[in-house]
């Protein structure tokens, strides 16, 4: 199994940023990608933004293209989402994960164990 601990999040303002880690350890070898997924209260999970462990391959939700981007240290087995230009409707915890594919990263088919997320709040 793939152990996941993410870290970074706070309070920011509006229109700030914020960038989040999470290191993978364990049986990440079995999977294809690694992931940042995010859950406002009372809502759905849902797919941020995927990256391939070589970096080359990435792939966004369409609500945070243009503002975040995320980059990976294979080395590290370390995954980063830079947020910038937060909205209030980006508060949410964020969790990251890994996966054999970004299809299905997207419908939330992971390979991993869940972690304790990172809690963003984005204040107006």
């Known amino acids: 199994q793939v152990q996941l601990v993410e870290s970074g999040g706070g309070l920011v303002q509006a229109g700030g940023s914020l960038r989040l880690s999470c290191a993978a350890s364990g049986r990440t070898f079995s999977s294809v990608a690694m992931g940042w997924f995010r859950q406002a209260p009372g809502k759905e999970r849902l797919f941020v933004a995927g990256?391939?462990?070589?970096?080359?391959?990435?792939d966004y939700a369409d609500f945070v293209k243009g503002r975040f981007t995320i980059s990976i240290d294979d080395a590290k087995k370390t995954v980063y989402l830079q947020m910038n230009s937060l909205q209030p409707e980006d508060t949410a915890a964020y969790f990251c994960?890994?996966?054999?594919?970004?299809?299905?990263?997207?419908?939330?088919?992971?390979?991993?164990?869940w972690g304790q997320g990172t809690q963003v709040t984005v204040s107006s």
């Open positions: 994960n890994v996966g054999a594919n970004f299809p299905r990263m997207r419908s939330l088919s992971v390979s991993g164990n």
């Open positions: 990256i391939s462990w070589s970096g080359t391959i990435t």
